[in-house]
């Protein structure tokens, strides 16, 4: 059964400081992997997604996260953190079975200190 | 372009009375359909989904249910409402004839039942 974990339930960075959220899936057939952002009292929105193409994916706000096969990671990671980048983030992962579900990790909450 | 309302917004209800919350997705057709609940440190929890009207299939066992009454319709609902329903709902939209599974949220209802 596919499923996301997604270590730590709150990460603290200095603002400029490198922003790493870490996400591992697992999945018996070749995955779709996305992140996702929230902030309070909102939906999510699309960061980036991974569907097979090339391993290094690039979204918006100057997010990236690899595709790592042999690690069955698909960690996130900014080089520099902005205060707007506070939010909760989430990895998920898509099942193409039935309605193309997708199943969320539990989340990480990302602080910025300034 | 496509756009998802969800309504209402908030809502507070005493334990054992009904519940209706309603999505509409404009802008595309023949989507498929997602309700989520959030809870506090918990991910977001795949409650139903909708592959077309009519079409409903649940995830969770619990006393809530869904009914597609239209293409582009998806509404939530409950006879008797429990302390533990309390949560952020969020309904989502994906595009039928895509691999890539994206999801596409609306703003949320935040349910307190007391």
């Known amino acids: 059964a596919q499923s996301v974990t997604q270590l730590g339930s709150h990460v603290s960075v200095s603002e400029g400081a490198l922003v790493l959220l870490r996400c591992n899936y697992s999945?018996?057939?070749?995955?779709?992997l996305f992140w996702y952002v929230q902030y309070p009292n909102q939906g999510l929105q699309l960061l980036l997604k991974?569907?097979?193409?090339?391993?290094l994916v690039k979204g918006i706000n100057g997010f990236e996260a690899e595709f790592k096969k042999s690690e069955t990671s698909f960690h996130l990671t900014k080089p520099s953190a902005h205060m707007s980048d506070a939010a909760e983030y989430f990895c998920?992962?898509?099942?193409?079975?039935?309605?193309?579900?997708?199943?969320f990790g539990a989340g990480t909450r990302l602080f910025v200190k300034a | 372009s496509q756009t998802i309302h969800q309504w209402p917004a908030t809502l507070v209800q005493p334990v054992g009375s009904p519940l209706s919350l309603e999505c509409t997705v404009e802008?595309?057709?023949?989507?498929?359909l997602y309700w989520y609940r959030q809870a506090a440190g918990r991910g977001l929890q795949l409650l139903f989904y909708?592959?077309?009207?009519?079409?409903i299939s649940s995830e969770v066992p619990q006393n809530l249910s869904a009914s597609r009454p239209q293409d582009r319709q998806f509404i939530l609902s409950s006879k008797k409402l429990l302390l533990s329903d309390s949560g952020f709902y969020l309904c989502?939209?994906?595009?039928?004839?895509?691999?890539?599974?994206?999801?596409?949220f609306g703003e949320g209802s935040r349910l307190t039942v007391l």
């Open positions: 998920a992962v898509s099942i193409n079975t039935g309605g193309f579900k997708t199943i």
């Open positions: 999945s018996s057939v070749p995955p779709y």
């Open positions: 802008g595309t057709s023949n989507p498929n």
């Open positions: 909708s592959v077309g009207i009519g079409q």
């Open positions: 991974y569907t097979s193409a090339a391993t």
């Open positions: 989502a939209w994906r595009k039928r004839l895509t691999n890539t599974g994206e999801l596409f």
